[in-house]
């Protein structure tokens, strides 16, 4: 490998969180429509989220659908039925109800390991789709929550309109900058050792002395909290809610997308969100049953390419860029 | 609140054994499979939506009804010996979230698959005329297909039943389950019966979908939502254990019947919460040994 390029994968490896939001911010001049562009940055999001409890703790999630959505219908509900007029408070009210869901989720489903995890995850994300199915008077029921108002950001005493694609882009990657600075930092603290620790071997973290459960839930809550700002973010940009947000595919999707961009590294769920993406936006216009191409894709990976696209570049590289980078197990 | 009659009472009763027949078929399959291989087949509510379908393009070549419930189970068990032998079988040994991630992907090409060769409306499956008309219980009428659902699960227990304790295979089977090497070291080769096993389990689940396609409806999501319902089952039973899957899936067929009565806008939440309920005060199920599957 000649030596800029070496310097190049040091740098990256280095500033991951520089490297992801100057794509982000370059994005929405490469793809055909700004809209795809944020796309990828919200669900990269999400990806995210499910990937620091698969990827570096070893629980799989079947239920982020319970926390992307209770984000989005969080922020939905506070903008569109209780009419407050602050952007800050919709969002934050989103993250928060998605933190709690977390928490009183993570207690339940933390009870079981393995396999159980799974199920459970998924159980109790159904449960919220049903509660927000029947509770039509608040959440809008089938047809989905809708009339949520475009806002201007309150910044300083300053008003700053978000609501073209170009701006609301910005606007959704500064809350990503923040979350990915904040998930760098833990990932990197004795915290981040501890879970990575516990996806090795459980009994042994605990044997170490680590509350272990304590840590699942810390993760399972953090965890919780990014999906939980990507559904709230991903209800601004579409101005509505739909019921499907917290329908087990949307889980789907988290699994997915983490998995073929590569689980337990920092830039596979941003690698796989947007490869999803761009799958969906092409095969959806060539052919009416794209998913199952998708579903062909995904099962490829998992028999052939269990590391993703980035895991499996990153294993094929020297030291020198994936030093920094805890590897896929 | 609906008032409360003594016959309708009973009706939903049977209602709810009817449901908790289907379910046990399925939850048991899950667990069968779960039990030899480890594997927590995801496709499984797919399986059951395609024994539906297989029972209707039999239905459509043979026209006899009798001839689809036995055909449809047998296809759907040959799918998924091959799904095994094929797929599956590369993934043990690695992480054990690896087989339910593959089957998640089948599931989602099954799905499809199914749209693109039937379409995407839903089909009817008919019961069979024999079975058209209703049996006066004494103290209510109930439609005969109802009652035979109930009785075609009593007779497939019994059959596993028996097929666990009094045959080679099914002590082969169950052994393979508490210490898969140590049945190895004897030289048995566990592959055949994985593959077996498998099959059966998938089989159970196309019979189940077979016989729920006339009551509920044929369509490519149908199994989607019994299969959470399924897992359900399987969590308050105890993962691996046969008792606990029928007397859980019986529990939760009747809890879902008299909820619908009751309180319709409940029922699907219900079986969450009594889920949750069992989580607190049994964490390893009704009939589950702690410690076993994690």
Known sequence: MSRSARALGGFVAAHPVLVIVGFFAA??????????????????????????????????????????????????????????????????????????????????????????????????????????????????????????????????????????????????????????????????????????????????????????????????????????????????????????????????????????????????????????????????????????????????????????????????????????????? | MAELTLTALGAQLFTGLVLGGILVLLAIGLSLIFGLMTVVNFAHGAFYMLGAYFGFFVLGFTGSFWAALLVAPVMAGIFGLLVERGMIRRLYGRNPDDPLLLTFGLSLVLVEGVKVIWGKVGLTLDPPRELASVVDLGFMLFPQFRLFIIAVTALVLVGLWLFLEKTNVGLIVRAGSRDPLMVRALGIDLGRVWSLVFGLGIAMAGLAGILAGPLRGVYAEMGTEILIESFVVVVVGGMGSLPGAIVAGLLIGELVSLTTYFAPKAAEIVVFVFMALVLLVRPSGLFGEPGLAE
Request: glycine share 12%; hydrophobic share 55%; aromatic share 14%.
């Open chain 1, 27 to 329: 994005l929405p001049f490469l793809v055909p429509y700004k809209s795809l562009a944020t796309q990828m940055l919200v669900y990269g999001l999400y990806a995210i989220g499910f990937n620091l409890l698969y990827g570096y703790t070893g629980l799989l999630s079947f239920g982020h659908a319970a926390y992307f959505g209770l984000g989005a219908y969080g922020t939905g509900i506070v903008l569109a039925r209780l009419s407050v007029t602050s952007l800050w408070v919709g969002l934050l009210a989103g993250v928060a109800l998605a933190a709690v869901a977390g928490a009183v989720f993570g207690f339940f489903c933390l009870r079981r390991r393995g396999i159980y995890f799974a199920m459970l995850t998924l159980a109790f994300a159904q449960l919220m789709y049903f509660i927000a199915f029947h509770a039509a008077d608040l959440t809008g029921g089938d047809d989905g929550l809708r009339g949520i108002p475009k806002l201007p950001l309150g910044l300083l005493g300053w008003s700053v309109p978000v609501s073209t694609p170009l701006a609301f882009h910005y606007f959704a990657l500064g809350w990503v900058a923040v979350a990915l600075f904040g998930l760098r930092r833990v990932l990197d603290s004795p915290f981040g050792a501890v879970l990575l620790a516990i996806r090795e071997n459980s009994d042994r973290a605990a044997a170490c002395g680590y509350d272990v459960t304590r840590v699942k839930l810390l993760a399972f809550v953090f965890s919780a909290t990014l999906a939980g700002l990507a559904g709230a973010l991903d209800t601004l940009r579409l101005t509505v809610v739909p019921v499907e947000s917290l329908y087990w595919t949307t889980s789907g999707q988290a699994v997915i997308m983490t998995l073929l961009g590569g689980a337990g590294t920092f830039f596979g769920p941003f690698v796989g969100a947007a490869t999803f993406l761009v799958l969906e936006d092409r095969l959806s216009q060539l052919i009416e049953a794209w998913p199952i191409v998708i579903g062909l894709i995904f099962m490829g990976f998992v028999l052939f390419l269990p590391k993703g696209i980035w895991g499996t570049l990153l294993a094929g590289l020297p030291a020198a860029a994936s030093a920094r980078e805890p590897a896929a197990s």
